[in-house]
């Protein structure tokens, strides 16, 4: 069965650091997702990750992908505010299984 | 731009009630899901359906049928509402189509159900 595990659960970091959200997953899959809440909101799709190996950037935020260990890293660099959010990790082809969500709260 | 909609962002039932919980999406595709997310837990499948008429059994099921007579929309019915049923309800779709290998899940605004 698969499992994903995402960790923190819940950060608060100050404007201007960096920090690493990771998202550990239980059985090999070909294609992890990263998406993003806002509070009372629905999920917006950040990053879709296709093979090993595979980084992609937006703006504050990049992700990265390593099927051998069968990790994933979602980078902030520099926090602003408006990247406070809920980010979650997802992992499978058809059917996606969700990680419990990071929590991130951005304060000056 | 993809869009889903849902037909209600808040619901209030009764114990009981038969609730339907409708999903419309407008990009012609051919996968579409219903989640629930609960606090802590994450985002959970209840059923999702590959085409019209299709349906598969996700991951907690129980207490949830659902309907796809039109490509375009999926309900999802509780047959007799309970309180543990009280959640925030999330549909997706998906498009098999889609840029090579992406499967990229396009998600509702999302109604807020509560059993009392």
């Known amino acids: 069965e698969l499992k994903v595990e995402q960790n923190p659960l819940f950060l608060s970091m100050q404007e201007g650091k960096n920090y690493t959200i990771y998202c550990n997953y239980s059985t090999t899959s070909d294609r992890l997702y990263w998406y993003r809440q806002d509070p009372g909101k629905s999920l917006e799709s950040l990053f879709v990750?296709?093979?090993?190996?595979a980084v992609k950037q937006e703006g504050r935020l990049m992700a990265s992908l390593d099927t051998k260990a069968r990790l994933s890293t979602l980078h902030i660099t520099a926090a602003v505010h408006d990247l406070s959010a809920t980010y979650f990790c997802?992992?499978?082809?058809?059917?996606?299984?969700f990680g419990t969500g990071t929590r991130l709260q951005v304060f000056p | 731009d993809v869009k889903v909609t849902q037909s209600s962002r808040y619901l209030v039932k009764r114990t009981g009630e038969k609730v339907f919980l409708e999903c419309v999406q407008d990009m012609d595709h051919e996968n579409m899901f219903w989640y629930r997310q609960d606090p802590g837990l994450g985002l959970r499948l209840i059923y999702f359906s590959y085409d019209v008429k299709m349906k598969e059994k996700g991951d907690i099921p129980e207490g949830y049928s659902v309907s796809r007579e039109k490509k375009e929309r999926f309900s999802l019915i509780l047959e007799s509402a309970s309180t543990n049923q009280t959640s925030m309800y999330l549909c997706?779709?998906?498009?098999?189509?889609?840029?090579?290998?992406?499967?990229?899940?396009?998600f509702g605004p999302g109604t807020r159900l509560t059993v009392l």
């Open positions: 997706a779709s998906r498009s098999i189509l889609g840029p090579p290998g992406s499967g990229e899940q396009f």
């Open positions: 990750l296709l093979s090993n190996g």
């Open positions: 997802a992992v499978g082809s058809d059917k996606l299984i």
